[in-house]
């Protein structure tokens, strides 16, 4: 339970005062400098490695192999960006030289990102570590050179407390400006607009709901300056099941995605919530034999209680909707703030016809849309929401037969995923976390991968500056030794 006090106005104001006078000297800090600061968080936090996994344990009833698992990914995250905020590919660092003789004369040009200021990032309920107080959005703002204000998430309050204090004592120790980083709690909606409707607050991350970023992201809009915010607001992501796929494997696909659905209790921004196949013989048997698998799975403990309640309203809300039929339920049933494993299924048409049947259901539920045939798939895919991911389980076959399927369904989400599924981000340049609205409120970004520094960024032009004067990262020496564009030529000369 959530002891933790509000922060006040006054205390946020005084917070992000302090955060914006550490942004006016961390923005001059070399590139070296910043990835030593996050080297030794990662380092810190693997330290303390069995007793912060040990309160979440108790503050989000997830196992500890799954803690440990996401906590050594959070120190891989705080490793791997800040080895890539060194390299300084993401700077994109641009060099077009002057050519003084032309008419008129060409003018020296040099661009690069330079950091917006201090971020504001939103811990989130489902991931205490990975997406929280040192996750991958405080990573990538420190690594742009920005300061980071943490808002608890009030599920795991205590656990954020403390890798927050780990960071602090980090930051003393590498004498990090004072306000580097901050940390407050927050359990109602006043904390949350006052952070984000603050004049020093420049940026914006969060993962969560959609009511919950679509806050955030309309609070942004209506400031006199408007900042980014870079929301993660969940997902349906749905699975196409292709004909030549279906009729090879329908037990098989069945028993993967029993798995994939209820993985961490379905807790997962990538759960597929989705599954739409032609209705035959091949997908009645991937229906029954998904039921069959799916009432032999227990229930299991949910995050948090309003997590559980949530559930439980969002599935009997799906579960009414007319047309819909209920397939399967977990045999064993639910204790308290249990999740409670659930198929449906309903006709394309059911699904076309009602908007309640395109909502997320957060948790280990799944619905199954049976189409008349490829024009109906084909229909769904076009009305398809914007999603994190889509998966298609398909045949080299099937994909070239049914080309104009599979153009749609890269229309509509950031993640195009062959015979897999879609629960597991892998932690690398060429991952893709983010999707068309309403999965994020910016598709052009991603919240996984060193790229998601460039989120806290903007670009910045230098015209026929001394080179004396120039940042390093764009003096003719190249002193960084990093990769840029000089005249249209990638090198590092």
């Not at 000297?25 to 007793?51: C, D, K, N, P, W």
């Not at 108790?58 to 120190?75: D, G």
């Not at 279906?246 to 069945?254: D, G, I, R, T, Y």
């Not at 910045?460 to 003719?476: R, S, V």
């Amino acid at each position: 339970m959530n002891t933790f006090k509000d922060a006040t106005t006054e205390e946020i104001n005084a917070v992000m005062e302090q955060s914006w006078n550490a942004f006016e000297t961390y923005r001059t800090f070399s590139l070296r400098q910043r990835a030593g600061f996050m080297h030794a968080i990662a380092t810190a936090l693997g330290s303390i490695s069995e007793v912060i996994v040990a309160v979440a344990m108790k503050e989000t009833h997830l196992p500890e192999a799954r803690l440990m698992n996401e906590l050594t990914r959070t120190i891989f995250q705080l490793n791997s960006y800040a080895d890539a905020c060194e390299q300084g590919n993401w700077l994109e660092a641009r060099i077009d030289t002057a050519i003084p003789e032309r008419n008129p004369p060409k003018p020296d040009l040099r661009k690069m990102l330079v950091p917006l200021g201090p971020v504001v990032v939103f811990g989130a309920s489902n991931f205490p570590f990975a997406y929280s107080t040192a996750g991958g959005d405080t990573a990538s703002a420190l690594a742009a050179g920005c300061p980071v204000i943490v808002k608890a998430h009030p599920a795991h309050a205590q656990t954020s407390e403390m890798v927050a204090d780990a960071i602090i004592k980090v930051a003393r120790e590498c004498n990090m400006p004072r306000g580097i980083f901050a940390h407050v709690h927050g359990a109602g909606f006043e904390v949350g607009k006052s952070l984000v409707m603050h004049p020093y607050t420049k940026a914006v991350g969060f993962t969560g709901s959609y009511g919950g970023g679509k806050a955030l992201f309309d609070w942004a809009a209506q400031r006199k300056e408007p900042i980014p915010v870079f929301a993660e607001m969940g997902s349906i992501n749905p699975v196409y099941l292709f004909p030549e796929k279906l009729k090879q494997s329908p037990v098989e696909l069945a028993k993967l995605y029993a798995g994939s659905i209820t993985l961490s209790t379905g807790q997962f921004c990538t759960n597929p919530g989705l599954i739409i196949g032609i209705d035959n013989e091949e997908l009645q048997k991937f229906i029954t034999t998904l039921g069959n698998e799916i009432e032999q799975i227990a229930p299991s403990t949910m995050l948090h209680p309003g997590i559980a309640k949530a559930f439980v309203t969002n599935r009997n809300k799906a579960l009414m909707q007319e047309h819909v039929d209920t397939i399967a339920v977990a045999k064993q049933q639910p204790d308290e703030n249990q999740g409670i494993p659930t198929i449906a299924s309903a006709t394309g048409q059911a699904f076309l016809n009602n908007p309640v049947l395109h909502e997320e259901v957060f948790g280990p539920y799944s619905l199954v849309i049976r189409c008349r045939d490829m024009n109906e798939m084909l229909a769904i895919a076009t009305r398809m929401e914007g999603q994190l991911t889509s998966t298609l389980m398909a045949t080299e076959t099937d994909m070239r037969h049914y080309t104009p399927l599979v153009e749609k369904i890269k229309n509509s989400c950031g993640r195009i995923i062959v015979n897999g599924v879609p629960t597991g981000v892998e932690v690398c340049l060429s991952m893709q976390h983010g999707g068309p609205f309403p999965a994020t409120t910016d598709p052009r970004f991603t919240s996984v991968g060193a790229d998601g520094i460039k989120r806290f960024a903007r670009p910045l032009c230098f015209q026929n500056w001394p080179n004396n004067l120039l940042p390093d990262e764009l003096k003719d020496a190249n002193p960084l030794g990093i990769w840029r564009m000089v005249n249209n030529e990638l090198t590092k000369a």
